[in-house]
């Protein structure tokens, strides 16, 4: 099952822009193989983080006019936004360690026992 939500331009403001929680947006295409690599990756980091950070997966040829705003020249691009600003991001397939490192998720794993 999915953790993730799909951003559109009609929920962008209240998912990602006024989000309560740390928000993993991740922007792809359909047509793009490495997105497709970095996908199920993605989804593994919703679960992993869930309640500590919302995961938002945002279709660049839907949705042109975010991607521009965000100065998205490569896909994927991986963007972890905090209190509506970018705080980390990723360009690119990466193995899960290597994007968690990128995208400073550390920051929001569960405290040690």
Known sequence: ???SIEITS????SEVAESEVP???DMWAAWCGPCRMVS???EELAGDYAGRIKVGKLDVD???GIAQAFGVQSIPTIVLIKDGQVVAQAI???PKAQLAQALRLDEFAPAAA
């Open 92 to 94: 690119g397939a990466r």
């Open 10 to 13: 009609s929920n962008f403001q």
């Open 1 to 3: 099952m999915s953790q």
């Open 40 to 42: 199920p990756i993605v």
């Open 23 to 25: 928000v993993l947006l």
């Open 62 to 64: 839907a949705e042109p």
